[in-house]
Every structure is written in structure tokens, then in C-alpha cells.
């Protein structure tokens, strides 16, 4: 259904040769490539209307302005949010997550409990720790099982009228598993938890409808969606947003400022202190026009066609175990190969032209939990191809063979 070759064509960088091959990208999951549209209108950003914004009255401010802003209704139109003011632009999902388990450090009280799952990212992890030292909150985990599927029924038992967030990832980044998103907010709406939602993975896949899942947070970063790195949002209901403290004082974000008291401007630059990445917010709009102009359910559906090709032509090799192999996966393969340390062969892979990613992926609980030092992962994205497949696929026999 998609004209792949024609969309490879929009890719520069995939034009490369890496170590005298041809590139095979397959690290999509720690970011994407960038279409030319992206580089485009980067440059014309500085070459046209470069100017601080929200502030001056002079006609470039008022060109970038609309731009950003502009942009900001392009992100609530993708998303389905109900207002412009309930998309915060941020630095990626690190920074999102960070800004929503500040402010809830600051809310929550001893005996409160926050629940995330055990394939959680780092900053899926660290940030509610924080929180909880803050606050004196517990954090609970939702156990998975060797599939890498979370368990729903110990989810059940673990929420309470003591829950105050739960905070899980749609799609895990180390393991491929889609998450019962849907499921998990329904519950703990029940106790009259908030739900943050780590769409860093899935919005390269999937185009979310956060007013559908009722999720009162959904963060993502704009680097993994064809965009900008440093780019980012946070979509956050209404309500929420007003309720959660700022969460970085400066300029921009103020109504008045004294010293004595000062007070906080309204939404969404109650939390836009400071000078944004202005060129990188507006660029983001056109990644997800380009990205909406391909379709989300096309992309689905050729990425599952990857998945599948990738998986069995990877299980055709001795010894290969895949690591996540949930029911709902996207397209990302984490695997070993018996005896052989994940990092040699993606050093040899390397040399081979293709890109992979080994390590623990910013996860190490999941790699505790399968008792390995890391994996080798394998993510696709819309541009690539089965031939890459076979490239890559070729290039881990051979490490193999040269390994053991
Ligand atoms: C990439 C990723 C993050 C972190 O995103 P940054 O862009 O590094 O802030 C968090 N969670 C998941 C699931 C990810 O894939």
C-alpha cells in the first residue's frame, strides 16, 4: 500500500554508506530518521522569521509566534485534546515525566501510592521515585509475566483508595509489548487515580486519542516522531494542569512578579518558562503532518508486516531467543543469541552497515527480570524495508559464526 521507495526518497541520511555499506538503519526506537520537509523547515525557520515569541510587538515575534502556535493546534488536533492550553510544549518525555512527578511530589502525602509496571523506561522510574522521597508516597509495581505482558489481575489487586497516580508506558521500548492502556485507565479512574501515559514509543506507531483513552497525561518526545530532538509534549487534562505547581520559574510563565509574590500565568505557559525550542516546536507540526500525510493505520500496518518477516527470519537462526513476545507487539525485536554477549554482535553488525541497538535500553529492571545483561533490539519504521531485513539478518549469521 505504501510507495516505500518513494518514501526512502525523503530520507537523505538512508542514502548513506556506513563502513563502506549501505546503511541499514534499525534503531528507530531511540530515534527516527528526519524527512527533508523536517530539514527544510528548519533552515527556513532561521532564514525567515527567526524572532523570540509572546513577546515583541515587531512582525517577525508575531510570525513565530503564530507559528509555534500553530503548531500547538496541529499537536491538539493530533491528539484529540480537548484545548490548545492542554498541550505543553517540553524538551521530550524525560522532561514531561519529570514536570508531572514534580508536581505530585508536591501534592501527595505519606501513605499515598503511585503505581508503574515493571517495563518501565528510566524516566519512567526515576522521576516518581523522586516523588515518592519528596512526598512519602510508596511506589508499587505491576509485575509482568515471561512474555513481557504486564499482569492485570495483580494490577487489580494492587490499586486502592490509597492510589493517587499510576504511570505506565503504552509501548515498551525494550520489549515491542502494547500495553492495555486502555484497561489500566478505566481502573484506576475507579479509585480516582490520575494516569500518566509514556507515549515515547507509541506515537512513532500508533496516533493517539487521549480524550478516547481518558488518560489525564500523555507524554511523548518529538525526536522519535520524525522530529526535532529537544522537542517534546505533554498533553495534560485541564483540570490537572491547574491543579499541578509550575514547574521551572523564569520568564514566560509568570502573570506578575514582584518581590514578595508573584503569580503564575494561565495555561499552557504556566509551564513554558523561559525561552523554548522555538524552531524544534514548530518543526514538530510538520514531522506530524508528514507522518499524518503517510497515515498512522498505514503505518501500522506495514510495520506489523516487518515485525512478522523479522521474527521469522530470526528465529530461523540456532539459538536465537526473543526477548518479548506479548500477543500485542510493535515493531521492535529484542533478542540473544545463546553465548554470545549482545554488545559483539552489534559491534560486528555495525561493520556490516547496520544499526542496532544493544545494551539494556534504558530498562535495566527488565533485564534483571529476564536475568540477562542486555539485548540486541531491532526497530523498524515505516521507511524501512524487507531487504534491509535480509541485510541485517545476513549480518548477524555472520557475527554469529565469527563469534562462537
Ligand atoms: C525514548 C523513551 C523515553 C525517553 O524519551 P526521551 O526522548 O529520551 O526523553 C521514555 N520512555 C520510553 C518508552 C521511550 O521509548
Not at 512526598?135 to 508499587?140: C, D, I, R, V, Y
Not at 509534549?233 to 483540570?239: D, M, S
Not at 514548530?282 to 514531522?287: E, F, M, P, S, T
Amino acid at each position: 500500500m505504501l510507495d516505500i521507495n518513494k518514501i526512502r526518497e525523503d530520507f537523505p541520511i538512508l542514502k548513506q554508506k556506513v563502513n563502506g555499506k549501505p546503511l541499514v538503519y534499525f534503531d528507530n526506537a531511540a530515534t527516527a530518521q528526519k524527512p527533508k520537509v523536517v530539514e527544510d523547515a528548519i533552515v527556513e525557520y532561521y532564514e525567515t522569521i527567526n524572532a523570540n515569541i509572546h513577546r515583541g510587538v515587531h512582525t517577525l515575534s508575531q510570525l513565530a509566534t503564530d507559528a509555534y502556535e500553530e503548531s500547538r493546534q496541529k499537536i491538539k488536533a493530533h491528539l484529540n485534546a480537548k484545548e490548545d492550553r492542554e498541550i505543553i510544549f517540553t524538551a521530550g518525555t524525560t522532561f514531561g515525566i519529570n514536570l508531572v512527578a514534580n508536581g505530585f511530589g508536591a501534592l501527595l502525602k505519606e501513605g499515598d501510592e503511585i503505581i508503574i509496571s515493571a517495563m518501565e523506561h528510566h524516566s519512567n522510574i526515576v522521576p516518581w521515585q523522586f516523588a515518592c522521597e519528596r512526598s512519602g508516597a510508596t511506589l508499587k509495581v505491576i509485575p509482568m509475566n515471561q512474555n513481557g505482558e504486564l499482569l492485570m489481575d495483580e494490577y487489580d489487586k494492587l490499586l486502592s483508595k490509597n492510589t493517587k497516580v499510576v504511570a505506565v508506558n503504552h509501548i515498551s521500548n525494550a520489549l515491542g509489548t502494547i500495553n492495555p492502556i486502555e484497561y489500566i485507565i478505566k481502573k484506576a479512574h475507579e479509585v480516582g487515580a490520575a494516569v500518566l501515559i509514556d507515549g515515547a514509543q507509541a506515537t512513532p506507531h500508533i496516533k493517539p486519542d487521549v480524550q478516547a483513552l481518558d488518560c489525564d497525561f500523555y507524554v511523548f518526545s518529538g525526536h522519535k516522531v520524525c522530529g526535532p530532538t529537544g522537542t517534546g509534549v505533554l498533553y495534560g487534562k485541564e483540570e490537572w494542569l491547574n491543579q499541578l505547581p509550575p514547574y521551572q520559574g523564569g520568564g514566560e510563565m509568570i502573570k506578575t512578579v514582584t518581590f514578595e509574590k508573584t503569580t503564575y500565568a494561565c495555561l499552557p505557559h504556566k509551564f513554558e518558562a523561559g525561552t523554548p525550542n522555538i524552531a524544534g516546536g514548530i518543526v514538530l507540526g510538520y514531522a506530524l503532518d508528514y507522518m499524518n500525510e503517510i497515515g498512522f493505520d498505514n503505518i501500522a500496518a506495514y510495520e506489523h508486516e516487518l515485525l512478522v518477516y523479522g521474527t521469522e527470519k530470526l528465529l530461523e537462526i540456532e539459538g536465537v531467543k526473543i526477548i518479548g513476545t506479548a500477543k500485542e507487539k510493535a515493531s521492535v525485536i529484542s533478542f540473544n543469541i545463546d553465548g554470545i554477549h549482545p554488545y559483539d554482535i552489534g559491534v560486528i553488525v555495525d561493520k556490516l552497515g547496520v544499526a542496532v541497538r544493544t545494551g539494556h535500553h534504558c530498562t535495566q529492571p527488565i533485564m534483571d527480570f529476564f536475568g540477562i545483561p542486555g539485548t540486541i533490539r531491532a526497530s523498524f519504521s515505516f521507511y524501512n524495508t524487507k531487504e534491509e531485513i535480509d541485510t541485517f539478518i545476513a549480518a548477524v549469521k555472520k557475527a554469529k559464526m565469527m563469534l562462537s
